[in-house]
């Protein structure tokens, strides 16, 4: 009976440990499934919070995907990085993708999903204007953007809006290198310059310049950026996609949820040259002005304005399909 007892035992403990191995080669089994993902961003920017969220709330492991996140420093850069295959995903302007299929792109990059719906800039002056007025930046100096990407196109969209003509009513100077436009005002150029954050905060706080009016307000509703793959790429891995996008979207419900200051604290790693102070401040005042969707649907209403903005600004030489340059069947999917 002592004997059968001892054996009974050495079998429990070595079941047991075998379990155990298992339970350990499971776990290495779940990291081994993680999938490498190379995302370009346009710009680092806390603009694009919700991502960030997804990043640091661990969303994408949760999905599968491990994320390596590099930064295009523009929509050009970044749409070469996804057509030579060197970015599996591009999260930039729909323009891009617009340009790209008219140049006669063999493979189409395709826009998935949409992160932002108003335009991130603001109209920032020397003095502080309470009472601004769009037609106080008549016959004025103004530092701009790129020609023919999104914050250029809108901006002077806004100024149509308004009566205002880009090219005759305004001097707007296109000369200076994104990122840079900012100390060229602190060091005395232009009257108004266009800013994204953290500039525009960051010239408040030195008491170099103060924003008047944002340029999404202003614009009312625009997709402003978008993630994109190429065509041949959503085909052969739409898994990644999909589970890409619900990482997205649960990033998206983050933000919807909760506060401005529980969104910088989470998104503070991302920004470690920044202070908490100045990232709630910029994250409030994107959250104030209904800058993030609630779901990451890219509408044909969305396109079709967008198409508008490139036809106002000289940018467009034919419209585009909308079935051809985007599939919302992941967004959808993932808003469920």
């Not at 970015?87 to 140049?103: N, P, R, V």
């Not at 308004?162 to 060091?187: H, L, R, Y």
């Not at 890219?298 to 034919?318: N, P, R, V, Y």
Request: net charge negative.
């Amino acid at each position: 009976m002592h004997k059968r007892l001892i054996a009974i035992v050495t079998l429990m403990v070595t079941v047991l440990a075998a379990l155990g191995g298992c339970q350990k080669d499971t776990s290495a089994d779940k990291e081994e499934k993680l999938t490498k993902v190379t995302l370009n961003e346009v710009a680092h920017s806390i603009f694009y919070a919700p991502q960030y969220v997804a990043i640091e709330e661990g969303y994408f492991q949760e999905e599968g995907i491990d994320l390596e996140l590099v930064t295009g420093f523009g929509a050009d850069k970044t749409m070469t990085a996804v057509l030579s295959g060197e970015a599996d995903i591009g999260f930039m302007g729909a323009e891009a993708s617009i340009y790209a299929y008219q140049e006669g792109a063999n493979d189409p990059v395709v826009n998935f999903a949409q992160l932002t719906q108003r335009a991130g800039n603001f109209l920032v002056a020397r003095e502080k204007m309470d009472n601004f007025q769009w037609s106080d930046i008549k016959d004025k100096n103004v530092l701009g953007g790129r020609k023919g990407g999104m914050p250029e196109m809108v901006f002077e969209y806004v100024l149509r809006q308004n009566d205002i003509d880009p090219e005759k009513d305004v001097a707007i100077d296109q000369s200076i290198d994104f990122g840079s436009t900012a100390a060229a005002f602190s060091g005395g150029q232009g009257d108004f310059t266009v800013e994204f954050e953290p500039s525009a905060t960051a010239l408040e706080k030195e008491g170099k310049g103060y924003v008047v009016a944002s340029v999404g307000v202003d614009s009312g509703y625009v997709p402003y950026t978008a993630y994109s793959a190429k065509n041949s790429f959503m085909e052969k891995n739409p898994e990644i996609i999909q589970s890409f996008t619900n990482a997205l979207q649960k990033g998206m419900d983050y933000v919807q949820t909760h506060t401005p200051e529980e969104i910088a604290k989470v998104i503070a790693p991302q920004f470690e040259e920044t202070d908490l102070d100045t990232i709630t401040t910029i994250v409030k005042r994107y959250y104030d002005q209904d800058t993030w969707k609630d779901n990451l649907i890219f509408e044909k209403s969305s396109l079709d304005l967008l198409q508008d903005i490139l036809e106002s600004s000289g940018e467009l030489d034919a419209r585009v399909d909308y079935k051809d340059l985007v599939n919302t069947s992941f967004a959808e999917k993932a808003a469920k």
